[in-house]
């Protein structure tokens, strides 16, 4: 007899996404009562480097203390192990390698629900826009899992990203959700007017501006989170 | 040198509450970054029989499913442990003599908090009014702890517990937020009208249903969830 299941989450980065995903997993696991939960041990230490400084050269290595996680986690009895933060991922290989408790990879689970929504009605098939910051484009996380899925894409241009994405992001971070909503339903407006017939919502300010400024996207969009989250769930229910 | 503070949460009572639990020691913590934030593990397993049942005498003994949390959230470095479950404090004993890291008792906290607290204006002490479950109340949770500290406190009354409390809290449970809100205050009210001075919200339906019909309640009451999350605030800041 095999050990139960038992969702192991890296968190932490941030800690108020850690909570987000953690909402997620709830929400869509269709309970009735209490036991029919998700059961998760969930490690948000938010004691990490920064992540972006990291990716640019710049700044304290992360890897040490994300490992400490993972250890912690596999000790604690974990039987896979999600992580609710895109950037992160640029350090999956190693996390990986030191993990007995496999790591689901948010951005497989992406592909996999992408390949399960309902494609639109159009002659041509589906052409996904990728909305992600330039340092989880520039680690191609998205561009290299969706070429191996056979899967076409777009991402925003470099002025794009300096004119919409970036400061929409900044300005939802900074609590400016109008400002921020609408420079981000730009962002994915461009995409779609350059063929996206689908938007992936790869970074958490997306969701929130697109909520806000454009909800009538919603329904072409995937997220990552909730796709990492329904990961889990299949996870659990494989036990 | 001592390993880094980190507070182990026992949640899955319910899974639900356990969020919000996170998310007051989110709030409360007032970090201007993520590292700032409060680390934390928390065993979110909500496959624990009942607790009420097992109370009342009819069900399943949840002492194991807890002491494995308590076991699992030690090996993962807790040091010190929350359970953010009024109810589940009928074990604390059982559950303080299994853990290397100490157990915070939220009723502790909560009469940490009372006396932290500004008192009416009166010539009279303080006298609390403690809104909390029959299974609670049948335990003397709150009134030993209170004895202890020498506090003045009224509980309802058994027609109070059958005619508002108890109906209160079902309608909050069954998301009737109207109902069961105006049926809590006017439990609260009841213990006012008795003589109570402030009052101990020990019952996670309360602070939902004052909220919502009798906001100006919440100035005379303390929640036990925030002071549970303030007392693992101390343990880190003294870390």
Not at 60 to 78: K, S, V, W
Not at 92 to 102: D, E, F, N, R, W
Not at 199 to 213: K, N
Request: glycine share 8%.
């Amino acid at each position: 007899m095999s050990a139960p299941r038992l969702v192991g989450v890296l968190g932490g980065m941030g800690p108020l996404a850690t909570l987000d995903f953690l909402q997620r997993l709830l929400d869509i696991s269709g309970a009735q009562r209490d036991q029919e939960h998700v059961p998760t041990v969930t490690w948000n230490v938010p004691q990490i480097p920064d992540r972006q400084r990291a990716l640019a050269g710049g700044g304290e290595d992360p890897l040490p203390a994300m490992l400490q996680g993972i250890a912690r986690l596999n000790a604690a009895g974990a039987t896979c192990i999600a992580i609710p933060c895109n950037t992160a991922h640029a350090w999956y290989g190693p996390l990986s390698a030191h993990s007995a408790a496999p790591i689901l990879h948010i951005v497989d689970a992406t592909v996999q629900a992408l390949q399960a929504a309902p494609q639109p009605s159009q002659p041509s098939p589906a052409r996904i826009g990728v909305i992600a910051t330039r340092g989880a484009l520039s680690q191609r996380l998205y561009q290299s899992r969706l070429e191996a899925a056979g899967l076409d894409y777009l991402t925003p241009t470099e002025q794009e990203l300096d004119t919409l994405f970036t400061p929409g992001c900044y300005a939802i971070k900074a609590n400016d959700i109008a400002t921020g909503g609408q420079l981000l339903a730009q962002t994915a407006e461009a995409l779609l007017a350059r063929g996206a017939t689908q938007l992936v919502m790869a970074c958490t300010e997306v969701p929130i501006g697109l909520r806000h400024a454009a909800p009538e996207l919603l329904a072409l969009s995937v997220d990552p989170a909730t796709a990492l989250a329904q990961a889990c769930l299949r996870h659990w229910r494989q036990g």
